[in-house]
């Protein structure tokens, strides 16, 4: 399951994307202006963008060159969608920065394995090992240490601990944490991203300084 974001002007087309996308088990919000996607955008970092040319504010083109430029999007996978289908426009999508260009009409079908590719290229349980400082985590052996000495975490830790490290020095908010790592809609009203925080710096000591609040924010390890 992946957050994706769908940012197209057409809202039959929209439409179409979102429904395939959610029933194949991601959860998805879907915007038509570039205005509205960078405000998303600045709140929660998607797992993926499906992105339009031709936008009524921005185009295309001009998005992904500022996704590009900012250190938290610069890796974000993006796959453009576009009636464009001319051998320059794809290579001036690519060379802005897509990861991939999938030309309308396109069928539901090449969608959903387009971004069943890009996913699993960039997904970062690909990464087994991550370190910081004197963490390391062991995705392969489903393992936690610090400074060596290992640490019993629960499932939920683990994975809050993992969306953190793949994440580092970048702030998350608690929706895009809840979203991650519990897949499901934030309640505001809801602690358990709070809760789950403090015993995990708990369990991991000193080394649990690393995980900083932000205040009205979210949560970052640096």
Not at 21 to 45: P, Q, R, Y
Not at 129 to 153: A, D
């Amino acid at each position: 399951m992946a957050l994706i974001y769908v940012v197209e002007d057409d809202e039959s087309i929209r439409e179409i994307e979102t429904i395939a996308l959610k029933n194949s088990g991601h959860i998805v919000s879907a915007f038509e202006c570039a205005k509205d996607f960078f405000k998303k955008i600045d709140e929660i970092l998607p797992d993926l963008v499906l992105l339009d040319i031709m936008l009524p504010d921005e185009s295309g083109y001009e998005i992904i060159k500022k996704l590009r430029a900012r250190t938290a999007t610069k890796r974000l996978p993006v796959i453009m969608v576009t009636a464009k289908s001319t051998e320059l426009d794809m290579i001036k999508g690519l060379e802005d920065g897509a990861d991939d260009y999938i030309k309308k009409p396109f069928s539901v079908m090449e969608l959903i394995t387009r971004v069943k590719a890009l996913l699993r290229r960039t997904d970062v349980g690909d990464v087994k090992v991550m370190k910081l400082g004197e963490i390391e985590l062991n995705h392969e052996r489903h393992t936690v240490t610090v400074s060596g000495e290992n640490v019993e975490l629960t499932f939920k830790e683990y994975e809050l601990l993992r969306y953190l490290m793949s994440n580092k020095n970048i702030v998350l908010s608690r929706e895009s944490i809840v979203l991650k790592v519990w897949g499901t809609e934030f309640e505001g009203e809801s602690r358990t991203v709070d809760m789950h925080i403090k015993t995990l710096r708990q369990k991991l000591g000193e080394a649990g300084g690393r995980i900083r609040t932000v205040r009205n924010v979210g949560y970052v390890i640096e």
